[in-house]
């Protein structure tokens, strides 16, 4: 395999970053992560830790270097997450389960396969032009199905933040799985939360994509929405991989697996600190623990 990837993450107008995203890779698969934590709810972003991590955990342990079945890894792998989220919260005594929405995606072979809980998207271009996305988890967009609004109104809903499917929540998530999809060389996967995509319209995003190479327009796409956010703008995230090369071999941000063992696997987790350009994850044993604190404090305060 032979791809260009990047990831960036950006706290935009909010007080804490809880979204999350990763990639990790075999010789023969490719598994790119997003998840963003539900404000709604505390302490999203250790829901969203937590399916990040178990997703990639279980790709290390799987792709080995191929996986049999990425349809059933993805389905298997996302309820799992949702389940891992719940046994978080139980063995914390957490009145209110953090929550967490996600999209993933495999490529192996030369094709494509993803899935979905939420409004987490991920898109696909082709020669300068949206090949497909995800159908957003929302109100609003049952609202579109039915026609009863229009995109410019979808736009600027008062309902437009709020979703009916998530990992966390009180019933199994519905995992919603593409068909197989395969790639042609140049074609680019962009993997993003609401924060980046909320403030922009797809043309725009295509246009970004298919003007510069992958890791500028991504900047590019980053500043667009971030601006457009202002001071209550979301965290905004995303994770994209143009298929093939783009730029010199040499090129630290350019992937061939050609000379990778068979049996090793390489991680990269996104940084979602004040830089957001890349890292480990952010959040250690002892910050989960404050974080457990304060979500019983809080409990303590409301329930009076």
């Not at 082709?126 to 109100?139: E, N």
């Not at 590019?220 to 601006?227: D, I, N, P, T, V």
């Not at 991989?241 to 783009?246: A, S």
Request: glycine fraction near 10%.
């Amino acid at each position: 395999m032979k791809f260009t990837i990047f990831q960036n993450s950006r706290i935009g107008g909010r007080k804490t970053n809880q979204d999350r995203m990763a990639y990790s890779y075999s010789h023969d698969a490719l598994l790119m992560v997003v998840a963003d934590g539900l404000g709604g709810y505390l302490h999203g972003e250790i829901a969203a830790q937590i399916a990040v991590k178990h997703l990639t955990d279980s790709f290390q342990q799987q792709a080995t270097p191929r996986l049999k079945d990425c349809s059933a890894f993805l389905y298997e792998s996302l309820s799992d997450s949702h389940y891992a989220i719940h046994d978080f919260a139980l063995k914390h005594g957490l009145l209110e389960t953090p929550r967490t929405t996600c999209v993933a995606c495999i490529v192996q072979d030369g094709a494509a396969y993803w899935g979905h809980a939420g409004d987490s998207r991920l898109y696909c271009f082709r020669d300068a032009a949206l090949l497909t996305k995800t159908r957003d988890h929302s109100r609003v967009q049952q609202l579109l199905d039915t026609r009863a609004i229009t995109a410019e109104d979808a736009s600027v809903h008062p309902d437009r933040n709020k979703i009916y499917n998530c990992l966390g929540g009180m019933y199994p998530p519905e995992i919603e799985l593409s068909k197989r999809t395969g790639l042609r060389r140049g074609d680019t996967l962009l993997l993003c939360s609401d924060g980046l995509w909320g403030p922009l319209s797809d043309d725009e995003i295509a246009l970004t994509i298919s003007l510069s190479p992958l890791i500028d327009a991504s900047h590019q796409l980053m500043e667009q929405a971030e601006f457009r956010g202002g001071a209550s703008g979301d965290n905004l995230t995303l994770v994209g991989m143009h298929w093939g090369d783009q730029k010199s071999p040499g090129d630290p941000d350019t992937v061939s697996t050609a000379g990778m063992p068979l049996d090793s696997v390489k991680t990269q987790f996104g940084d979602t600190g004040p830089g957001g350009l890349g890292g480990a994850p952010d959040i250690s044993d002892e910050e989960i623990e404050r974080a457990i604190a304060e979500i019983h404090s809080a409990i303590k305060k409301y329930s009076g």
